[in-house]
């Protein structure tokens, strides 16, 4: 689906929004990038900007109007900040995602055009009322100034999040080795009880547990370690204070002193 999604970019003035932008693209997997009439282009800046998006630059379509970048588009989407005197069909950038997805899923042809307007002044009314939605970010109304490339970055993110959850794929980063994951597993009942002996042990080596007078000591130390749901990890650092306390006191762990 999203090989079918176009970003159109209208009369841009600096060459290093168009780089930044495509780089805003690539990090959500959109690769089609169209610009109408750009001030300058190619140009160093918009390289530098892309930080290795150069692939996205070097596939971009220069066209001489909006009307030639959506002429093939069955959905036109153009982003606008300001109230129109005509009322349109206004969508958030996560509904904005919604709808451009639907329509590709349900039609088998035909792309989706995202267009974004000049960095001063965005899309004229005439642009606008080639789109059949306008997308309005609902940032801040006291600074709602978007920068050219961070709109692009918004409504390509929840664009990207909706894809992912169709694709069953995650959004979240996983575990990346099986030595991690079998770091996560909860610790057995074995290991536990070898760690209340350990713990028992080094609270009687430093004074703070006498076996004689327990006070329920080591019953309410177990309750409360029964809450922590520990993992082996976690077991792992606890038995290495333990040791660390043992060795700072002059204490072997086998309970033996040292000379």
Known sequence: MLERIRVVLVNTSHPGNIGAAARAMKNMGLQRLVLVEPRRFPDADASARASGADDVLQHA???????????DCQLVLGTSARDRR???PVLDPREAAQTSLEHLRDMP???????????????????????QYHIHIPSDPAFSSLNLAAAVQVVSYE????????????????????T????????????????????????VEIGFHNPQKPRQLMPRLRRLYSRSGLNR???????????????????????????
Request: contains cysteine; hydrophobic residues 45%.
């Open 159 to 178: 664009l990207r999040m909706l894809w992912l959850q169709w694709a069953q794929q995650p959004t979240k980063l996983e575990k990346a080795t099986v």
């Open 109 to 131: 042809q035909g792309d989706v055009a995202l267009v974004f307007g000049r960095e001063d002044s965005g899309l004229t009314s005439e642009e606008l009322q080639r789109c």
């Open 86 to 88: 005509i009322p349109w």
């Open 233 to 259: 990890m976690e077991m792992n650092i606890l038995r290495g204070i333990l040791t660390e306390t043992q060795k700072a006191i002059g204490v072997k762990p086998a309970g033996a002193r040292r000379d």
């Open 180 to 203: 991690a994951r079998e770091h996560d597993l909860p610790v057995s009942v074995a290991d536990m009880e070898n760690y209340f002996q350990h713990l028992e042990q080094v609270l």
């Open 61 to 71: 379509q220069v066209v001489g109007s909006l009307q030639e970048a959506i002429a």
